[in-house]
């Protein structure tokens, strides 16, 4: 555990942001804006989220599992590049600022608290959608879906939707292209990141190389000037 208490060291040269990352990634730190696959836990807030995201500029894969997060919009709107997001179980009851990640192509949002899927109806670069055991209730909500040409693969399973009786008729109508109803997902969209593997001359399709899907350990900072690393 690092905890740094120097104040001098925060606001010198080197960006604490760029250092938390670079330590917790095993990332040289001049490289850390060059990652396109970052795992993060987080409770951390608004802030510092924000923060996050204007560091990794190029960023296209974000993994927040089991963080604690209110709404997408504690996120930011720095992450502007993402393809993949994934939110799972993290208590999000608001998809409200998702808007902005105009290039997602996958996104996991299982096991939270979402009623509303408003904002989805912008997104037209989206292909996969998972959305299971969320409190979706009104088929309504489907019509903000249509504007999703490009999607393949939608699940709605263990939302009160998914049990009415004219659930599935309402997806064919809003998403004629669908391909894929409520079954089970195999990721389609890999993204790795080549300056891992070049810079520590491993295989990032090796069984022991951590690299790739290293987490981010972020949990109970809520202040960039008192960072922990894990």
């Known amino acids: ?13 080197i960006n604490m942001i760029d250092y938390i990352i670079s330590k917790s990634t095993n990332t040289p730190i001049n490289k850390v804006n060059e990652l396109l696959k970052v795992n993060l836990k987080t409770n951390a807030d608004f802030n510092l989220l924000n923060q996050i995201g204007e560091r990794l500029p190029v960023l ?7 963080s604690i997060l209110q ?3 504690d996120l930011g709107t720095n992450f502007k590049n993402l393809v993949i997001l994934n939110i799972d179980n993290c208590g999000i009851k608001d998809i409200s600022g998702i808007c902005v990640m105009m290039n997602l192509r996958e996104l996991s949002a299982k096991n939270n608290k979402i009623s509303d899927l408003f904002e989805l109806d912008s997104l037209s670069e989206m292909q ?5 055991s969320n409190q979706i209730s009104d088929l309504e909500n489907i019509t903000f879906l ?3 040409e490009k999607l393949e693969y939608l699940n709605l399973v263990q939302n009160p939707i998914s049990s009415l009786n004219n659930y ?5 109508e809003y998403l004629p292209n669908l391909k894929n109803l409520d079954t089970e997902y ?3 969209i890999v993204i790795n990141n080549p300056l891992l593997s070049s810079v520590f001359g491993k295989s990032q399709n090796s069984d022991d190389n951590s690299l790739n899907n290293k987490e981010l350990s972020l949990i ?6 008192r960072p922990i690393i894990r």
């Open 168 to 172: 599935k008729k309402k997806i064919e």
């Open 71 to 73: 709404s997408i919009e």
């Open 186 to 188: 195999k990721q389609n």
């Open 1 to 13: 555990i690092i905890v740094n208490e120097n104040k001098n060291f925060l606001e010198g040269e």
């Open 146 to 148: 249509s504007g999703m």
């Open 220 to 225: 109970h900072i809520s202040e960039p000037t």
């Open 60 to 66: 296209k894969e974000l993994k927040l599992t089991n």
């Open 128 to 132: 996969y959608l998972m959305l299971e």
